[in-house]
């Protein structure tokens, strides 16, 4: 049992801190709207701190995955942040999806204070969250990574360290990047049939055990024919981290047309009210071009 707290109780961290839970740790949680961290400890138990601050105080490892670079400075570095309570020795590992850059800062400022940080972002969407599968790729120091890995596979199927400070980050760049390209080409491979007069399930029962195979279109296809997107991971949430992906690019020289096209063909689906849809909704912008 490791005495843990987890900051952010949103669609992946109340699964994560839930999973957490039952593996028999020790659980503090806090969350922004505190209504949902009193429904949490009502479900699973634990203990509900009123702060940042409070949740970290006597902590052997801290977890946070809140929205973004804002929310997460706010969290380990304002007023009321993790970091002013973190003991000599803990570690801090952040499963937020966020820059490069501001998980550099938090690793310099938890080194200068004496405790360990990891930038851990994860994939695998709310489905891996609530299975206890997901992906986590690790930025940081390797001893610091070896003392929180056994703590992390609570949730994960497969836990990596990538490199130092950034490189999880960076990680997740890449995943996302090569996410945006498969749906698109998915969205348009699946229009393409269905203009075509194809029975396009049988067409993915033959393509699928191809080279064409993607983990996309073994589990979006049948719902994007039907056009269903009210799961999985969300155009606004896609849009915030494409955005950290060409940002990064603009700084270290990399080009994205492809990343930066599928960004816009995003921005088209949020003016169309699907924001919240999922990231496979990409084909039912192809289908309103066809009745325009």
């Known amino acids: 049992m490791t005495k843990v707290a987890f900051i952010g109780l949103g669609v992946m961290g109340h ?11 020790d659980v503090t949680v806090y969350n922004r709207t505190r209504k949902r961290a009193e429904a949490w400890i009502a479900e699973n138990g634990g203990r509900l701190a009123e702060t940042p601050r409070a949740a970290a105080q006597e902590q052997a490892i801290v977890f946070a995955c809140v929205g973004n670079d ?25 499963h937020t999806t966020a820059s490069a850059k501001i998980a ?9 204070a004496g405790f360990g940080f990891l930038d851990a972002p994860v994939s695998g969407g709310e ?24 703590v992390i596979t609570s949730y994960a199927r497969t836990v990596r360290l990538i490199g130092s400070a950034g490189a999880g980050q ?22 393409f049939g ?62 994205l047309p492809a990343a930066a096209l599928v960004d816009q063909f995003y921005a088209e689906i949020q003016t169309m009210g699907g924001g919240r849809w999922d990231t496979s909704s990409l084909i039912a912008r192809l289908a309103a071009k066809q009745q325009s």
């Open 127 to 150: 489905a891996g969250a609530q299975k206890g599968s997901l992906s986590v790729m690790c930025g940081g120091d390797a001893e610091v990574y070896a003392e929180a890995e056994p």
């Open 194 to 255: 269905r203009r075509a007069g194809l029975d396009m399930q049988a067409v993915i029962d033959v393509i699928s055990k191809g080279a064409a195979q993607s983990w996309q279109m073994e589990n979006r296809t049948k719902t994007m024919l039907a056009g269903q997107f009210d799961f999985g991971f969300a155009v606004d949430w896609m849009r915030k981290d494409l955005a950290i992906c060409l940002d990064e690019a603009r700084g270290n020289g990399a080009s």
């Open 104 to 112: 550099r800062e938090l690793y310099a400022a938890a080194k200068q």
């Open 170 to 191: 960076l990680t997740k760049m890449v995943n996302q990047i090569c996410i945006a390209g498969v749906v698109q080409g998915l969205a348009e491979a699946l229009d």
């Open 15 to 25: 699964n994560m801190a839930r999973h957490l839970k039952e593996k028999g740790h």
């Open 70 to 94: 804002d929310d997460l400075r706010a969290v380990t570095l304002g007023p009321q942040g993790a970091f002013g309570a973190m003991k000599p020795g803990a570690i801090f590992v952040d």
